[in-house]
Every structure is written in structure tokens, then in C-alpha cells.
């Protein structure tokens, strides 16, 4: 047999002979210890806790008119799309915010739900401690946003778990809304001023058109037709009427070219406007949810906290190691004393 061999034999039948000795003691520290875990992690000294979680994707982060309204279909298209990793950390981030404990707090009344008194010192500080302890927001494998909810009262712990959900479509939308009704106001504006300004021309257009001038252009040719033939004829008071008509046409054909083709520029501008202004109405005023719901929290059946027979084995288990550690000094303290007497010590 190799020397290797032969050490592992003769120290595994040290440990063995350790053991079968301190058999009686060991048993009963074993024994203690796992009736006294088994106590002492019960409901009666430990609070069960239950957990329930929600597992959902961010959607893709587009406007809403862009997603609905715009004639491009790949963009169209992001309405089902999930959204990529820039959307995720922006999920979690706001998930993390200050805004979703405050509601979920409030909601849930979870000040009162953890026995913190409102008069008390940090209560704020306390509260949101609590909420940090038991609530949590973590990336799956598959990249999605997990939130995992304990409370010691499974029917809360899914209610909360949902509501922070739900919860996230307001803060966002919120959020979003801030500046989406900043950019409205300011595009209304340009569109309110964009309609007045074409109403004036269309006014001014008006009165010229009722001084005569309707189409310069056709009347121009016409008349001017109609005035060579009366001059051919010598139909002197034609040809003084038709001088009337054309020294008003003469006299605001001008304006009403200008004010004409200026219009049409103006109208093609207010046009561009208002596909502006309805896209920005929407993103101000509508709302659509940020995220897809993979899996929803529900009541959870048993406690995950604490699992009682992992704390037994697991002090079990320690108690042994430490008391075959504290017997196998105890064993060894006279032969150290021995050698330190034979050294003189």
C-alpha cells in the first residue's frame, strides 16, 4: 500500500476512533442541538415569512404617437417589441426610486404594516429599511426584472409584489408626462400661431378678392382679350369699363399674388404643424403600458422563512464540528503541557 494510502487510512481511523469514543457525548450535543434549532426557528420565536414574486419585461421606449400613429411599420411594430438593455436599466432604476416606495408605502400602509410608530425619530428612514429588507428588484437569467416580495402575510406579500407593478406604468407615464406636456405647450403654442397668421392672410386675401381680383392670372388674360377686341370694334364704353377692371386688377394683382402663393407656403407649414401638435397631444395625454407581465404574484401557500429543517441540519451540523474541535484541544492540553514541562517551560 502506498505511504499516501496508509496515512489517509490511519488518519481516517484516528477520526473514527475519535468519534465511536465521544460517541455518547456527541450524540447528546447532536440531539441538543437540533431540538433547540428545531425551538428556536419555530413561529413561536421566528416570524414565518412568505414570498411572492413578479417577473416582467420593459417595453420598447418609444412615443406613443410614434408607435400608433407614425406610417412607418417597423416602427409601428415596437408597440410589441421588448425593450432592449438601456430599457432594463431604466426599469430597475426606477423600480429603486424614492417615487415607487413612497406609493407603495402609502398604498400598503407599510409603516403601520411593520409596527413603526409615525411619531418616532426615523420613521421615514426606518420604513424605507424595512422595505429594502423585504422587497427586492434583480435581473433573471433571461433578462428580466424579477421583484421578489417577503411578508409575514402571504396574501400582502402578493398584493405588494403586484402593486409595484402596476405601480411602475404611473411613474413612468408620470415621468414621461412632465415633459411630454412641456413639448406640447410649446408646439400648441406654435400651432395656435401658425392658425392666426393664416387666418390673417386668408382675410386679407378675402377683401382683395372682393375688390374684383380672383384668379389675376385667367381675369388678366381675359380681359385683356375682351380689351383688343372692343378697341377693334371702337366700343368706347367697353373699352372704358374694361380699363376700370383692369386698372384694379393692375392695382392689387400684385397683393393678391403675393398673399395668394404666401398662403399656400403658410397652409403647407400649418399642415406640417399639426401632425406635430396631434403627435404631441398624444404623448401628453395618452397612456400605454411600459412593461409586459410575464408573471404575476400570487398568494403563496407555504412560508419561505425560515426553512426549519436546513437551520437544523445546519446547527446540527455545526455544533458537532465545533464540539469534536473543543474535545480534540481538551485530549490534547496535558501532552502539550508535558512537552512544554520536558522543555523546561
Avoid at 488518519?11 to 465521544?22: E, L, M, Q
Avoid at 417595453?59 to 430599457?87: C, H, P, R, W, Y
Avoid at 400570487?298 to 445546519?314: D, G, N, Q
Amino acid at each position: 500500500m502506498p505511504v499516501n494510502d496508509t496515512t489517509d487510512f490511519n488518519d481516517s481511523f484516528k477520526v473514527a476512533v475519535f468519534i465511536y469514543k465521544w460517541r455518547k457525548t456527541l450524540l447528546i450535543l447532536g440531539v441538543a442541538a437540533a431540538v433547540l434549532s428545531a425551538i428556536i426557528s419555530s413561529p413561536v420565536f421566528v416570524t414565518p415569512l412568505y414570498k411572492s414574486t413578479v417577473i416582467m419585461y420593459p417595453a420598447a421606449s418609444n412615443s406613443v404617437s410614434k408607435l400608433l400613429l407614425n406610417d412607418n411599420t417597423t416602427i409601428k411594430q415596437d408597440v410589441l417589441g421588448f425593450g432592449a438593455d438601456e430599457q432594463i436599466q431604466q426599469m430597475l432604476q426606477i423600480l429603486n426610486s424614492n417615487r415607487i416606495k413612497d406609493k407603495i408605502i402609502t398604498r400598503f400602509k407599510l409603516g403601520e404594516h411593520y409596527g413603526i410608530e409615525p411619531v418616532s425619530k426615523y420613521y421615514q428612514t426606518n420604513v424605507y429599511n424595512h422595505f429594502r429588507s423585504n422587497i427586492t428588484f434583480k435581473l433573471t437569467e433571461f433578462q428580466a426584472v424579477k421583484i421578489t416580495v417577503l411578508d409575514n402575510d402571504a396574501q400582502m406579500a402578493a398584493d405588494i409584489a403586484n402593486g409595484i407593478a402596476a405601480e411602475l406604468d404611473s411613474v413612468k407615464n408620470d415621468i414621461q408626462k412632465e415633459r411630454a406636456i412641456q413639448g406640447f405647450k410649446i408646439v400648441e403654442a406654435e400651432y395656435l400661431s401658425q392658425q392666426k397668421q393664416v387666418k390673417g392672410m386668408e382675410d386679407s386675401l378675402t377683401l382683395v378678392m372682393k375688390l374684383g381680383v380672383n384668379d389675376y392670372e385667367s381675369q388678366s388674360e381675359m380681359l385683356n382679350r375682351q380689351f383688343a377686341k372692343e378697341i377693334a370694334v371702337g366700343n368706347t364704353r367697353a373699352i372704358n369699363a374694361l380699363t376700370e377692371k383692369l386698372k384694379i386688377l393692375s392695382q392689387y394683382g400684385g397683393p393678391y399674388i403675393s398673399l395668394r402663393d404666401a398662403l399656400v407656403l403658410e397652409k403647407t407649414q400649418l399642415s406640417f404643424i399639426k401632425a406635430r401638435y396631434e403627435e404631441a397631444k398624444i404623448d401628453a395625454y395618452s397612456i400605454i403600458p411600459q412593461k409586459f407581465i410575464v408573471e404575476s404574484a400570487t398568494k403563496a401557500e407555504r412560508k419561505s422563512f425560515p426553512i426549519i429543517w436546513i437551520i437544523v441540519v445546519l446547527s446540527t451540523l455545526g455544533t458537532l464540528l465545533v464540539a469534536m474541535l473543543m474535545i480534540f484541544m481538551v485530549e490534547r492540553i496535558p501532552e502539550f503541557l508535558r512537552k512544554l514541562k520536558h522543555a523546561g517551560i
